[in-house]
C-alpha cells in the first residue's frame, strides 16, 4: 500500500518568507498531485506532476521520481496563501484508489 | 461556471437516522467519487464511480450506499447513521480515472455531525 507522508505538518511563516511544504511516497506512482484546502474548507488542484519541475505564479512544484519525493515551494508568501496543502499520488493501474492523499501540511502567513 | 456542486453544506443528524447526499458536476466528467476526510488523516475514498452506470468501493464503503443516478449526478447515502460516520465528506469528479493527468475537481464539502 502506498503511504504519504508530509513535513511539516504545521508551518508558520512571515510574509515575504520563501515557503517549502515536502511531500514522500513509498512506492512508485504515475502521477503526483498537489491541492490547496482553503479555510473555508474548498479544495483547489495547483498542479499535477509526473516528472521535472512546474511553476505558477509564486508556486514551484518539483518531483525526484528516483526519490519518491516531492517539494511545493512557495515565493514571497502572502497571507493569502494561509492554507492546508495536500499531496495527492496517483498509483498505476489502481483506477479504483485512483489516489492516495497525504495528511496535509497546515500553511498560516502572518503579516 | 458551477463545477462540482454539494448538497447540504452541514447536517446534524442522530444516531440512527438516514440521510442522501447530493453532488452534481457539469463539467461533463466521467468518473465521481466521494471522501471523507477526518481530523490528522488523509482524504479516503468511499465509493467512486468510473463511469455512468458503474459504481464501486474504495477504502472505507462500510455504512455507506451510492447511486450513480446519471453522468452528472452522484448520490452517497448513509442508511443508519452512527458518530463514528461524522466527518466532512467531499464529492469529486474528473474526466476519466483511467487517466493519470486527469485532475480532481471537488466540491465544497458537507459537514456532517452524528450525535
Known amino acids: 500500500k502506498n503511504e504519504v507522508e508530509q513535513s511539516p505538518q504545521n508551518l508558520t511563516a512571515q510574509e515575504g518568507e520563501f515557503i517549502t511544504i515536502n511531500c514522500s511516497y513509498s512506492?512508485?506512482?504515475?502521477?503526483l498531485h498537489w491541492l490547496q484546502q482553503h479555510p473555508g474548507g474548498g479544495i483547489v488542484s495547483l498542479f499535477m506532476?509526473?516528472?521535472g519541475k512546474k511553476k505558477h505564479g509564486r508556486l514551484i512544484a518539483t518531483i525526484n521520481i528516483q526519490e519518491k519525493h516531492s517539494s511545493l515551494h512557495i515565493t514571497a508568501s502572502h497571507p493569502r496563501d494561509s492554507a492546508v496543502y495536500i499531496c495527492?499520488?496517483?498509483?498505476?493501474?489502481?483506477?479504483?484508489?485512483?489516489?492516495?492523499f497525504g495528511p496535509g501540511t497546515r500553511l498560516s502567513v502572518l503579516p | 461556471n458551477a463545477g462540482v456542486t454539494q448538497t447540504p453544506k452541514f447536517q446534524v443528524l442522530k444516531t440512527g437516522q438516514s440521510m442522501t447526499l447530493q453532488c452534481a458536476q457539469d463539467?461533463?466528467?466521467?468518473?465521481m467519487y466521494w471522501y471523507r476526510q477526518d481530523p490528522g488523516m488523509g482524504l479516503r475514498l468511499i465509493y467512486y464511480?468510473?463511469?455512468?452506470?458503474?459504481?464501486d468501493k474504495g477504502e472505507v464503503p462500510n455504512g455507506y450506499n451510492v447511486s450513480r443516478l446519471n453522468k452528472r449526478e452522484f448520490s452517497l447515502r448513509l442508511e443508519s447513521a452512527a458518530p463514528s460516520q461524522t466527518s466532512v465528506y467531499f464529492c469529486?469528479?474528473?474526466?476519466?480515472?483511467?487517466?493519470?493527468?486527469?485532475?480532481?475537481?471537488f466540491g465544497n464539502g458537507t459537514r456532517l455531525t452524528v450525535t
Open positions: 506532476l509526473s516528472s
Open positions: 495527492a499520488v496517483r498509483p498505476p493501474h489502481n483506477y479504483g484508489q485512483n489516489f492516495v
Open positions: 464511480s468510473a463511469s455512468e452506470g458503474t459504481t
Open positions: 469529486a469528479s474528473s474526466e476519466r480515472a483511467e487517466s493519470a493527468g486527469s485532475p480532481l475537481h
Open positions: 463539467m461533463n466528467h466521467n468518473s
Open positions: 512506492v512508485g506512482i504515475s502521477a
